[in-house]
T-cell receptor, first 113, second 115 residues
Framework: GEDVEQSLFLSVREGDSSVINCTYT??????LYWYKQEPGAGLQLLTY?????DMKQDQRLTVLLNKKDKHLSLRIADTQTGDSAIYFC?????????????FGQGTELSVKP | NAGVTQTPKFQVLKTGQSMTLQCAQD?????MYWYRQDPGMGLRLIYY???????DKGEVPNGYNVSRLNKREFSLRLESAAPSQTSVYFC??????????????FGPGTRLTVT
């Protein structure tokens, strides 16, 4: 079946850039997502990218997609302590597949002042 | 709009007890989902319902049943709880088909401990 892999932890200093990486196996994934989970809360969609795109930028967030290597990354510029959270990569085959999401394990981002 | 609501927020069960987790959404979404979250494993799909009256198994359905009561409500039932079902359970919803919004909206979660 489909698999999504992320490293479990990342620690950065406030003001630095953070890069969270994700690899996946299902080349038919049409939509790729980054969700954020703050402690004790549900998941909040940060951004998503279509499989026919290479890059998407949204304020401090940059998403890069390398379809050949099945690699997705999320870059957070000027990381703040408020960015400390768990970040999940997720893939979907789209509405035709019921809109189901397959998640990675989540990367816990720790931002040190 | 309340979005996706879940009850209860916390629950402790003894092995063998049963309970139902409730989920409701007020966004007129046709599709609803139940996931469980375990440390180091991300979220895994238990069951989903693409529309009122239909339900399908996800990746980890064993030990669970679901009911799509109406368009708004989707419940998850543990008939005989086991310690392996200790987890955080999330409900989510979205519109699939015409008007798909690409985003799943998540509830705040139910933290379940089975002793």
């Amino acid at each position: 079946g489909e698999d999504v892999e992320q490293s479990l932890f990342l620690s950065v200093r406030e003001g630095d850039s953070s890069v969270i990486n994700c690899t996946y196996t299902d080349s038919s994934s049409t939509y790729l997502y980054w969700y954020k989970q703050e402690p004790g809360a549900g998941l909040q969609l940060l951004t998503y990218i279509f499989s026919n795109m290479d890059m998407k930028q949204d304020q401090r967030l940059t998403v890069l997609l390398n379809k050949k290597d099945k690699h997705l990354s999320l870059r957070i510029a000027d990381t703040q302590t408020g960015d400390s959270a768990i970040y999940f990569c997720a893939i979907s085959g789209g509405s035709n597949q019921g809109g189901k999401l397959i998640f990675g394990q989540g990367t816990e981002l720790s931002v040190k002042p | 709009n309340a979005g996706v609501t879940q009850t209860p927020k916390f629950q402790v069960l003894k092995t063998g007890q049963s309970m139902t987790l409730q989920c409701a959404q007020d966004m007129n979404h046709n599709s609803m989902y139940w996931y469980r979250q375990d440390p180091g494993m991300g979220l895994r799909l238990i069951y989903y319902s693409a529309s009122e009256g239909t339900t399908d198994k996800g990746e980890v359905p064993n030990g669970y049943n679901v009911s799509r009561l109406n368009k708004r409500e989707f419940s998850l039932r543990l008939e005989s709880a086991a310690p392996s079902q200790t987890s955080v359970y999330f409900c989510a919803s979205t519109t699939t088909g015409t008007g798909w919004s690409y985003e799943q909206y998540f509830g705040p979660g139910t933290r379940l401990t089975v002793t």
